[in-house]
């Protein structure tokens, strides 16, 4: 699972992620094994080679079959490169048609299944219906790309989910500026800004148990709802995606949930004067230096004296 963002200002596109990653791995007899959770993975990319004017944030899937996020993503670069494309929407279109064939090929025998339970529709059975939760839940992602192309300098991004029941390539939808998305695990980024998840919004509606309206529920928390500024200014936007990122993590640590959000939050920004540059980065030894910062505690006299009170 993932917490990304991306956020259009007039000033350029911001876009970020966490690092976290969550897999099941299969056992002897095929059973996956309970969910294993990697803080050291990237999610945000350049756009192509060093200097290049666009980026890639992604969230959902953590692998797409043998190729890695981090090949194909060079290799959409590479294309787009070839076809001397001169505008972002442009590249979105290619980005959209080379994943599709990735994510088509790579889990062809379980979106096949997705789509007939999809189309049994109330004839499902209970455990179908469990079925097809789950594979909508695992299979689904999508990836988003911003910043400027071409010879021209207006910040433009572009938002694509994935999914196991869809039949075609989907088709990316535009961030004005001004717009903001957050994906993965927005229910909490969602409750602190509007002061209700649109998903629990639903099931309140839908409940039986409330007699008026949606407008009337909207009505009760129009109060709670935190209204954004529509144009930030790029550092208040990079702090902005920052904090929401990070509440969203620290919000799961001391849950009940699964931590499958966290790690070192990373965040870039593609400006209209200037190319893709870091605000936050991992190194590439990122977690050997976690490790080695534990060791050398445990080294210390502090560290060893917290050992030895808490040794049975």
Same mark, same amino acid.
């Given at each position: 699972?993932?917490?990304?963002?991306?956020?259009?200002?007039?000033?350029?596109?911001?876009?970020? @992620?966490?690092?976290?990653?969550?897999?099941?791995? #299969?056992?002897?007899?095929?059973?996956?094994?309970?969910?294993?959770? &990697?803080? &050291?993975?990237?999610?945000?990319?350049?756009?192509?080679?060093?200097?290049?004017?666009?980026?890639?944030?992604?969230?959902?899937?953590?692998?797409?079959? /043998?190729?890695?996020?981090?090949?194909?993503?060079?290799?959409?670069?590479?294309?787009?490169?070839?076809?001397?494309?001169?505008?972002?929407?442009?590249?979105?279109?290619?980005?959209? /048609?080379?994943?599709?064939?990735?994510?088509?090929? @790579?889990?062809?025998?379980?979106?096949?299944?997705?789509?007939? *339970?999809?189309a049994k529709g109330e004839e499902r059975t209970e455990e179908e219906n469990d /079925?097809?939760?789950? *594979?909508?839940?695992?299979?689904?992602?999508?990836?988003?790309?911003?910043?400027?192309? !071409? %010879?021209?300098?207006?910040?433009?991004?572009?938002?694509?989910?994935?999914?196991?029941?869809?039949?075609?390539?989907?088709?990316?939808?535009?961030?004005?500026?001004?717009?903001?998305?957050?994906?993965?695990?927005?229910?909490?980024?969602?409750?602190?800004?509007?002061?209700?998840?649109?998903?629990?919004?639903?099931?309140?509606?839908? /409940? !039986?148990?409330?007699?008026?309206?949606?407008?009337?529920? *909207?009505?009760?928390?129009?109060?709670?709802?935190?209204?954004?500024?529509?144009?930030?200014?790029?550092?208040?936007?990079?702090?902005?995606?920052?904090?929401?990122? &990070?509440?969203?993590?620290?919000?799961?640590?001391?849950?009940?949930?699964?931590?499958?959000? !966290?790690?070192?939050?990373?965040? %870039?920004?593609?400006?209209?004067?200037?190319?893709?540059?870091?605000?936050?980065?991992?190194?590439?030894?990122?977690?050997?230096?976690?490790?080695?910062?534990?060791?050398?505690?445990?080294?210390?006299?502090? !560290?060893?004296?917290?050992?030895?009170?808490?040794? #049975?």
């Amino acid at each position: 699972m993932t917490i990304a963002a991306c956020h259009v200002s007039s000033e350029g596109v911001v876009v970020a @992620a966490d690092s976290t990653t969550t897999t099941f791995v #299969p056992g002897p007899g095929g059973e996956l094994s309970p969910p294993h959770h &990697y803080n &050291y993975s990237q999610k945000v990319f350049e756009f192509g080679d060093v200097g290049s004017t666009a980026g890639v944030v992604l969230w959902g899937l953590s692998v797409l079959g /043998s190729k890695s996020y981090r090949t194909l993503i060079a290799e959409i670069a590479d294309e787009a490169k070839k076809q001397n494309l001169a505008s972002l929407d442009k590249v979105a279109e290619i980005a959209v /048609s080379m994943f599709w064939d990735e994510y088509s090929a @790579a889990f062809e025998e379980q979106v096949k299944w997705a789509q007939e *339970l999809e189309a049994k529709g109330e004839e499902r059975t209970e455990e179908e219906n469990d /079925s097809l939760a789950r *594979l909508k839940e695992y299979l689904s992602g999508g990836f988003c790309l911003g910043g400027r192309w !071409g %010879a021209g300098r207006s910040p433009r991004a572009f938002a694509t989910p994935f999914g196991p029941v869809l039949t075609s390539a989907p088709s990316p939808r535009e961030l004005a500026v001004g717009d903001y998305a957050f994906w993965g695990c927005p229910a909490l980024v969602e409750r602190l800004w509007w002061g209700i998840s649109p998903g629990l919004f639903q099931k309140i509606v839908e /409940s !039986g148990r409330w007699t008026g309206t949606s407008d009337d529920l *909207l009505s009760l928390i129009a109060d709670s709802i935190l209204h954004l500024p529509r144009d930030l200014p790029l550092r208040e936007a990079i702090d902005w995606i920052y904090s929401t990122i &990070y509440i969203t993590i620290k919000a799961i640590k001391f849950s009940h949930l699964l931590p499958v959000c !966290g790690g070192p939050i990373e965040i %870039a920004v593609i400006t209209t004067d200037r190319p893709f540059r870091w605000v936050r980065h991992k190194r590439l030894g990122e977690a050997i230096a976690a490790y080695e910062t534990r060791e050398d505690w445990h080294r210390s006299d502090f !560290g060893r004296s917290s050992v030895s009170m808490h040794a #049975p």
